[in-house]
């Protein structure tokens, strides 16, 4: 059927009735069969420059000649100019909602590469706050602590006895003020039943550095939770700048208290300027039966443009502070033990969620963490790989900072989705002196399979990229960017692996379609006949512009559900 016509009239354009058209240089429509090409399906070398939406859904992609003939009595008839429309990006990993409260009127850290300027920075923070008053800091790089023990012990000075932390980097560490230890009774060692620990002396006496979430929470929990309102208006900020930069859908993989009642608010303003689809995590500590019970009894519960829908796991942690899961030891000995002790209670818990219809995303970093969550996919009772999407339940991992070689074509073969955030890869320095690489090896094999994103998709995984904002920027052009060329956006420094990345065919497809594949929704993220209406409009062409350039350009308009969300 040509892409200019409707189902009910294939070849008649005066058949096509809009609520709203877009007028452009170029429509991207994403289908598979065009990413090597810029002709699209209304003729063999013509670009669609016109879409047609009536409520929900597109109802027609085709030229401005076949636009003419639409009936647009009742449209937005809305001129782009030179602009490209593509499906509006998706951000398949983040935390909007504990993100946009946990930052706000937060230390960043994020460029400070000595304790020293940490230290100066706090000091400077915390000179106009009372002495109770928490301190809290967020982004703290681990490669200032290489060849070192981290500790509180740089930074107790500039906290003048005040209860605060810093997040370190990887949002899977924190180094807490000997008052916030004080706070939350924490006086030695304790055993979490997991690789969560508590890090103490010779003495026996705590550092301050927790780590994993069983022992961060000793502390972060303490900080008191903003107020209601404020924390609603916060969240709707932030969701305008995921908006304003190109999204129009996230993946949010967990649920804090409250989160509902703010999305529920929201609404109550008028509709959200994107796309939330909310999976809670399920922590290795949470109670068995009763949690199975409550986390099938949220499926599905939301609102206009949000709803919950699957399970979070954290099977293991992070590579930077020694808890990811790895075949063999970091080189501080560490990483042999996953979060979910005994790790079988993990394949159980999939296994009752998959039999309930449920999907799961789970967080795996470390090279073993990833097998055994393949071995898990694999092990599910009368599961067919091949069966009919309608009755598959799809099963994410989460990050793959690194695989070995063979576990590469189990993505495919098990249909598991590889959700991966690209400018993590930016953790690693040129010298090879930042904490992951001095932990896996330098020059080691391991080391040298970080982010394995091409590879992944050369050998048909479906790969999904995010931020995992707060832990990073957010922003799609610069997402998008960064899978290109593997670099920063605005930094000096060489390319991280050159060699995985993806062009931008690819990447466009990883952050529109490829989103929507990993959750079971086939045929959405694309610009074509009978797929959702949610759009994007850059100033640039994402395919062909220089992909810094890209990364710089006006986000024109974004369409969500068939109505604008964001304009700029």
Not at 83 to 110: I, Y
Not at 377 to 388: D, G
Not at 501 to 516: I, K, S
Request: proline residues 6%; aromatic residues 6%; glycine residues 8%.
């Amino acid at each position: 059927m040509r892409q200019g016509a409707t189902a009910a009239s294939p070849f008649d354009p005066a058949a096509v009735r809009a609520d709203l058209v877009l007028l452009a240089g170029r429509v991207r429509t994403g289908l598979p069969r065009d990413e090597s090409r810029s002709a699209d399906p209304v003729g063999a070398d013509v670009v669609p420059t016109a879409v047609a939406v009536s409520g929900r859904r597109i109802v027609a992609v085709g030229t401005r000649e076949d636009a003419a003939a639409w009936d647009t009595r009742d449209a937005e008839v809305i001129e782009l100019g030179d602009a490209t429309v593509t499906a509006g990006f998706v951000d398949a990993h983040v935390h909007p909602l504990s993100g946009a409260e946990s930052r706000h009127r937060a230390l960043m850290l994020h460029d400070c590469t000595t304790v020293e300027q940490v230290a100066e920075r706090i000091a400077t923070f915390a000179a106009d706050r009372g002495p109770d008053e928490w301190i809290r800091g967020f982004g703290l790089s681990f490669d200032m602590f290489v060849g070192a023990e981290v500790s509180n012990a740089p930074f107790e000075r500039a906290f003048g006895g005040r209860p605060g932390y810093l997040l370190l980097f990887d949002g899977h560490s924190v180094i807490a003020s000997d008052r916030a230890l004080e706070l939350a009774g924490i006086d030695g060692p304790r055993d979490f039943g997991n690789n969560s620990s508590i890090e103490v002396d010779a003495d026996g006496r705590p550092t301050g550095y927790l780590i994993e979430s069983d022992a961060e929470m000793l502390v972060t929990e303490l900080y008191p939770r903003m107020p209601f309102a404020q924390r609603v208006a916060a969240v709707r900020d932030k969701l305008v700048e995921f908006a304003a930069s190109g999204y129009t859908s996230l993946h949010q993989m967990n649920m804090e208290a409250g989160d509902l009642d703010v999305l529920r608010a929201l609404e109550t303003e008028g509709e959200l300027p994107v796309r939330i689809r909310v999976s809670p995590i399920w922590r290795a500590t949470d109670p068995w039966a009763e949690t199975l019970q409550r986390m099938i009894a949220l499926q599905g519960v939301g609102g206009r443009r949000w709803r919950v829908e699957g399970v979070k796991f954290m099977l293991d942690g992070s590579i930077d502070n020694g808890s990811a899961w790895l075949f063999d030891a970091d080189t501080r000995g560490g990483g042999l033990e996953p979060y979910w002790v005994p790790s079988d209670t993990f394949t159980r818990t999939i296994h009752a969620l998959s039999e309930s219809g449920v999907p799961t995303a789970t967080h795996a970093i470390g090279d073993r963490a990833v097998e055994f969550v393949l071995d898990t996919v694999a092990s599910i009772p009368n599961r067919a790989p091949h069966a009919a999407r309608a009755s598959r339940v799809t099963h994410r991992i989460e990050h793959i900072e690194t695989i070995p070689d063979h576990l590469i074509p189990r993505f495919a073969e098990l249909g598991v989705p590889a959700s991966m955030q690209p400018i993590h890869a930016f953790a690693q320095r040129p010298d090879g002196r930042d904490m992951w690489t001095t932990l896996l090896g330098r020059d080691s094999e391991r080391a040298r399979h970080g982010w394995r994103i091409a590879d992944l998709d050369a050998a048909g995984a479906c790969v999904a990229l995010g931020s995992d904002w707060p832990v990073e920027e957010f922003d799609a052009r610069h997402v998008f960017a960064a899978n290109v060329t593997r670099r920063r956006h605005g930094s000096a420094a060489p390319a991280v692996d050159p060699h995985q990345a993806l062009p931008p065919e690819r990447t466009l497809a990883a952050l529109t379609r490829n989103c929507w594949d990993a959750i079971d929704r086939p045929g959405e993220g694309m610009v074509a006949v009978g797929a959702l209406a949610d759009l994007a409009v850059f100033a640039d062409d994402p395919v062909t512009s220089d992909p810094d350039r890209f990364a710089d350009t006006a986000v024109l308009l974004t369409v969500v559900n068939g109505r604008v969300a964001h304009r700029a």
